[in-house]
Nanobody, 131 residues
Framework: QVQLVESGGGSVQAGGSLRLSCAASGSSLRGDCMGWFRQAPGKMREGVAAIYPRGGSTYITPSVNGRFTISQDNGKNTVFLQMNSLKLEDTAMYYC????????????????????????WGRGTQVTVSS
């Protein structure tokens, strides 16, 4: 099992930037997929971004593509989510997830990055975007 701790959330005005971090510990990540997900009040958790092990291919959900990027520092077992040009609708609790095996996302699926496919979770970090 992997322990995940998110940090970097906060309050920011629309158009601003935040960088979220997810520190992983416990079992070796080995081939774990790492992903970022978010959940706004009254809404279901949704996938935001994912990255293959050792900083391989990445997936960014269309609603944030061009504004968010995901990256990984393998030496520190840390995954980052750089969020630029933040919008009011980006307000949510952001969660880091890890998946031990299989595809990190489902290419060609209507919903490629599903929370149900991920095994381990952090407690989340709140991002609030105001006008």
């Amino acid at each position: 099992q992997v322990q995940l701790v998110e940090s970097g959330g906060g309050s920011v005005q629309a158009g601003g930037s935040l960088r979220l971090s997810c520190a992983a510990s416990g079992s070796s990540l080995r081939g774990d997929c790492m992903g970022w997900f978010r959940q706004a009040p009254g809404k279901m958790r949704e996938g935001v971004a994912a990255i293959y092990p050792r900083g391989g291919s990445t997936y960014i959900t269309p609603s944030v593509n061009g504004r968010f990027t995901i990256s990984q520092d393998n030496g520190k077992n840390t995954v980052f989510l750089q969020m630029n040009s933040l919008k009011l609708e980006d307000t949510a609790m952001y969660y880091c997830g890890a998946k031990a095996s299989g595809n990190c996302w489902n290419t060609g699926s209507l919903y490629p990055l599903l929370p149900a496919d991920y095994d381990d979770w952090g407690r989340g970090t709140q991002v609030t975007v105001s006008s």
